[in-house]
């Protein structure tokens, strides 16, 4: 049944996207620990602690109030208010909990971000290393993602000819590798870049 199916249900061009390795590694690492193998885990950047213990108090009073379902779209409003004031607190910035999303990971913010501001068959700048969900999720949503050969901070003046057509997704952890950035050097490519963000910024706008 499955093999008939395959052949009447072709899988879609831009489902074609590589592996994401990290989870092949983590993967191959389960499967040495079940074998009885032991497995320093380097592959993935993981939280250092648990949970706070207000947070998982919470949880089990929800879980057991039987408090389950559906909130709305954007998180719970309260939520939102209460990550507004976070940075009002420790960043000096006043955002209003409207501009707050809350969602599942930071590949769910991705998507929400990267339909907002690209159409299919954008080509957008990346860094390369860097973190391959941001080419994979821009090749599912039918786009093209371009790499830079060097951490894009520091390659920004070479897609200086064509920043004004392509856009640059700026993310400076360079991940995996890392990456080391002057301010002074990260200021500069922030108000090299403003016209374009600012053109990105109104299409998204236009968009919500």
Known sequence: MLERAKRLVAPSARSDVPAFMVMDVMAAAARIEASGGHVVHME??????????SAITAARAALAA??????????????????????????GIAIDPARIV????????FVMAFLALFD???????????????????????CQPRACSEALWRCCSSVSGFARSMPVISAPAANPSGLIVI????RSQHENRARAFCRLRQRAIRRL
């Open 102 to 109: 809350v969602t599942t990971g930071s590949s769910g913010g």
């Open 66 to 91: 039987g408090r389950l379902g559906y909130t709305e779209a954007l998180g719970i409003p309260s939520l939102r208010a209460r990550i507004a004031r976070h940075y009002a607190e420790h960043y």
């Open 120 to 142: 299919p068959g954008d080509r957008v700048a990346v860094a390369v290393p860097g973190y391959p969900p941001y080419r994979h999720i821009l090749t599912a949503l039918g």
């Open 183 to 186: 301010a002074e050097e990260s």
């Open 44 to 53: 993935v950047g993981q939280p250092a602690a648990s949970a706070p213990a």
